[in-house]
């Protein structure tokens, strides 16, 4: 499947975003905590277990119509992740897949990706016992 950008969540989405962009000759999207990107951003609050945080991307990171998968290393309660859906979803980008190494199945975050129509997946799931 054709695949414009990577969007990889800070920062070890970075590492693995990186990576897979190179490989499919992709362009790289950061992901990245409120004032740590410099220029012009688009943000996305969202709430955490402990309180809220702020996640933002470039307003030209991305163009309307670009096919775009998201990347980060764990899925837990989802949070980051939704935020992320949500501000490559402002930014019209038609959002393809999300991959993740880790996967904590418990904690719903990716069901929570699922219901809201992103193909997510994972090479390992932990679940308790």
Do not use: C, N
Request: net charge negative; hydrophobic share 50%; no cysteine.
């Amino acid at each position: 499947m054709k695949i414009d950008k990577v969007a990889g969540i800070e920062a070890r989405g970075f590492i693995l975003g990186g990576a897979v962009a190179h490989q499919l000759s992709a362009g790289f999207v950061p992901i990245r905590k409120k004032g740590k990107l410099p220029h012009h951003t688009r943000a996305v609050e969202y709430a955490l277990e402990y309180g809220q945080d702020t996640i933002e991307m470039h307003l030209d990171a991305v163009l309307e119509g670009e096919r775009v998968m998201l990347v980060d290393d764990l899925i837990a309660t989802g949070g980051t992740a939704l935020a992320a859906v949500e501000l490559l979803t402002q930014a019209k980008a038609e959002i393809i897949a999300a991959a993740f190494v880790v996967d904590l199945p418990e904690l719903g975050g990716a069901a929570k990706l699922r219901q809201a129509g992103v193909p997510v997946s994972t090479l390992v799931a932990f679940e308790g016992h």
